[in-house]
């Protein structure tokens, strides 16, 4: 089926299609969907799920669109999905791969490194109200679409199995870098490692 053929089958507010490939994303393939008449006219995401990565796509788009239904009963942002002519919020292929539609955010972009203590804290920050705003989501409706993917005591775990007798200094490193100068005696190094092993490893996030 071709991207034209897809995009025939949503619920776009235009039938004439343009598309491009968007992004540099390793996972899923994505498409940036634009009127072929007019440049003014709202894009779109075209995206297909990558069903070696996620075996369940299925999955995955239910626990978006449980996720979504729960952000905007709260007024938060979300991703603004497209519904295809049958109702779904997806559509399935010939060959049984997931493709969904979003609405194309303008004058964004996707940063793959954090070059700049603000760009790292604005994520930091994003990601927490994301997690402030899902913290009172049912969980037992969400599928953990990659089993430990999340699980960060597993994270924590891999971490100390990867460090070699004598690397502990680094992780100090890491910690007076993040934390800031001032946090340089050994005590505070101990006692800010033992509040992130303790509290974040607690956390299992799913997608």
Not at 19 to 33: A, Q, V
Not at 103 to 120: G, H, Q, S
Not at 181 to 207: H, M, P, W
Request: charged letters at 25%.
């Amino acid at each position: 089926m071709s991207i034209e053929e897809l995009c025939e089958q949503f619920k776009f507010p235009y039938d004439d299609f343009h598309h491009s490939i968007l992004g540099d994303g390793l996972i899923n393939d994505t498409y940036l969907i634009s009127s072929g008449e007019a440049a003014n006219k709202e894009k779109f995401v075209l995206q297909k799920i990558n069903k070696v990565v996620f075996n369940e796509p299925d999955k995955v788009m239910s626990n978006l669109i449980k996720i979504n239904e729960h952000l905007e009963k709260k007024g938060s942002d979300c991703l603004k999905l497209i519904e295809s002519d049958n109702g779904n919020l997806f559509v399935i292929d010939e060959n049984y791969d997931y493709w969904r539609v979003t609405r194309y955010l303008e004058n964004t972009r996707t940063l793959f490194e954090a070059d700049d203590p603000i760009i790292a804290y604005e994520a930091a920050k994003s990601y927490g109200k994301f997690l402030n705003d899902i913290h009172d989501l049912n969980i037992s409706e969400i599928y953990e679409t990659i089993p430990g993917f999340h699980n960060y005591a597993n994270r924590i775990s891999q971490l100390n199995k990867s460090l070699k007798p004598g690397d502990s200094s680094f992780v100090d490193l890491v910690v007076v870098d993040v934390m800031g100068s001032e946090f340089t005696a050994a005590s505070d190094i101990l006692r800010i490692k033992r509040a992130l092993t303790g509290t974040f490893s607690q956390i299992l996030v799913v997608n």
